[in-house]
C-alpha cells in the first residue's frame, strides 16, 4: 500500500460489529507545527476517552479493537510496529495493517505505536498512517530481551538525547500528533524528569504504566499508581496523563482515576482475558464478565469478517485467553485448541461449536436452580466469577498472585480446582497417549504472555 493509497477513503466493506462513529480528528488543511492538534485538543478530538486498549503485540490487533470498542472501549492501540520494517517492508507492512484498519467508521480513535531507534527511519514509517488514525505513538516501555537486542523500548531509557529525537521528528515533521508510553524509574523524582523531557519533546498523551523497567515475567508484580500521582502532580495541569496497571475489574478504573487523576486508564492484560473490563457504564453480569460461549463467537464472527495476517496470527491466543477460566474444566477443548494452526477456520469453528454445546448445557443447570450464574464479590474485594464467564487472569508467582494475595485466600476453591484440572489432565494425556504416541498436546499459546 502507498502513501497516497493508505489516505483514501474508507473501504465499502464493514463489519457487522462495526462500533458507532466516535470522532474523526480534524486535521488543518496546511500542515504546520504551531496548527498541530495538542494535549487537550487532540483529547478533545478522540472524544475524551476513559478506557483504552493499549497496545499489545499480536493481541491489539484489528478484530480486538473491534471486540473491545463493542465492550465499552474509548480509544485503541494498535500493536507496536517495527519502525524501520513498517516503512521498508511493503508485506509487513500490510501485513500488520490491512485496507479496514484506522477505518473511520469502525475503528477510530486509533493510535498506531512504533518502536524505533532512528528518527528518520520512525518518520518514515509514521507517514504511512497519516489519515488512518489519530497519533502516532512510541514504544519506550518494552522491557524483553529483544527489545534490549534491537535497542527500542525500554532500553531507550539510557538514551534520552535520543528518545528527544525521536519524538520531536514527528512532532516538527509528521501533519499528527505523536505520543510516548513510558515505564517509571526507581525514583518518582527521576520519573518526572523523564517525564517532563518526554513532554518538551512534543508527546501530547504521556501514558505512564506503574512499573520499572526491571518489572517483567516472573517479577511483574503491581504497578505503583503513586508514581503516576506523582508525575500527575509536578506536570501543568493541562498535560494529559493516561495511567497504565493494576486494572483487574471495572471498578478498577475509576479507582485508577481518582488515585492518580490520570485522564483515562490503559488496560492490557484484563482486556484480553475479559473486554468487559471496559464496560464501566453497563453494570450488567453479561456485559461486565461475558459468557465465553458468546464472546468467543461474536469474536470468531468479527475475526473472520476481517481477515488477514494479523488477525489470523493472533487467533489461537485469544481463544485460550478468552477461555482461560474455562478450559481447566474442559481440557478435551484445550486440547482441541493446541494443534489448530494459523487459519485453519474450520477447526476453531468446532471449537466455538463445542464451547456454545457445553456451555448451553451449563445453562440447563443454572436454569435448574443446580448451578449459580453468580458474581460474588468477596470481602478483600476480588471477585468470584463463574467458570463459564470472561474474567482477570491472576499471574501466579510461587504461588503468590500479581495482585499480591496468595491463591487459595482469594479463591477458597482453588487448591480443589487445581487438584481436579491434575486428575483430569492426566487423564486426558493418558487418552491421548494410548491413541498414538505424537497426538495432539496441549500448546504454550496458553502460558500468558510476559508483561511488555
Ligand atoms: C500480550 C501483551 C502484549 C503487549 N505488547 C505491547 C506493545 O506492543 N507495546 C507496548 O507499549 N506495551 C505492550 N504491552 C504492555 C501493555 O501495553 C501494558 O503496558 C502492560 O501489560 C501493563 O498493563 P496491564 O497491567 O493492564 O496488563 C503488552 C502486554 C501484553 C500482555
Known sequence: MTVSQAATPEPEVVTK?????????ERPSEFTVENKLTGRDLLKSVGFPKTI????????????????????ADLCYTPMFHARLFGEDKRYREDQFGPLDGDANVDRPLIVQFCANDPEELLKAAKYVVGRCDAVDLNLGCPQGIAKKGKYGAFLMEDWDLIYRLINILHTKLEIPVTAKIRIYETKEKTLEYAKM????????????????????????????????????????????????????????????EATKADAVMSAESNLYNPGVFN????????????????????????????G????????????KVLQSFLPKHLNIRNAIGPIRKGQYDQFEDVVKQVEEIVEG???????????????????????????????YFRVVNGVLS????????????????KEAKLEKEKAAAALASLSSDGPQPTGDEAPEPSN
Request: with cysteine.
Open 403 to 418: 495482585n499480591g494475595k496468595r491463591k487459595a485466600d482469594v479463591d477458597p476453591e482453588a487448591a480443589q480446582r487445581k
Open 17 to 25: 460489529t462495526a462500533a458507532p462513529v466516535k470522532t474523526v480528528v
Open 280 to 307: 464501566v457504564n453497563k453494570p450488567g453480569i453479561d456485559d461486565q464478565f461475558p459468557r465465553v460461549d458468546k464472546l468467543l463467537r461474536e469474536y470468531f464472527e468479527t475475526a473472520k469478517s476481517t481477515p
Open 309 to 320: 495476517n494479523a488477525s489470523q496470527t493472533s487467533m489461537k491466543s485469544h481463544f485460550f
Open 198 to 257: 518526554v513532554l518538551s519533546a512534543g508527546a501530547q498523551f504521556l501514558t505512564v504504566h506503574g512499573r520499572t523497567r526491571e518489572m517483567k515475567g516472573q517479577l511483574t508484580g503491581l504497578a505503583d499508581w503513586s508514581y503516576i500521582r506523582y508525575v500527575r502532580d509536578n506536570l501543568p495541569p493541562d498535560t494529559v496523563i493516561f495511567a497504565n496497571g493494576n486494572v483487574l475489574y471495572s471498578e478498577d478504573i475509576d479507582r485508577s482515576l
Open 362 to 392: 451449563i445453562y440447563e443447570k443454572v436454569n435448574k436452580g443446580e448451578l449459580e450464574d453468580k458474581v460474588i464479590t468477596l470481602p478483600d474485594g476480588y471477585k468470584s466469577v463463574p467458570y463459564w464467564r470472561c474474567q482477570p
Open 53 to 72: 486498549v493499549a497496545p499489545m503485540v499480536d493481541q491489539s490487533e484489528l478484530a480486538w479493537r473491534l471486540i473491545s470498542r463493542k465492550y465499552g
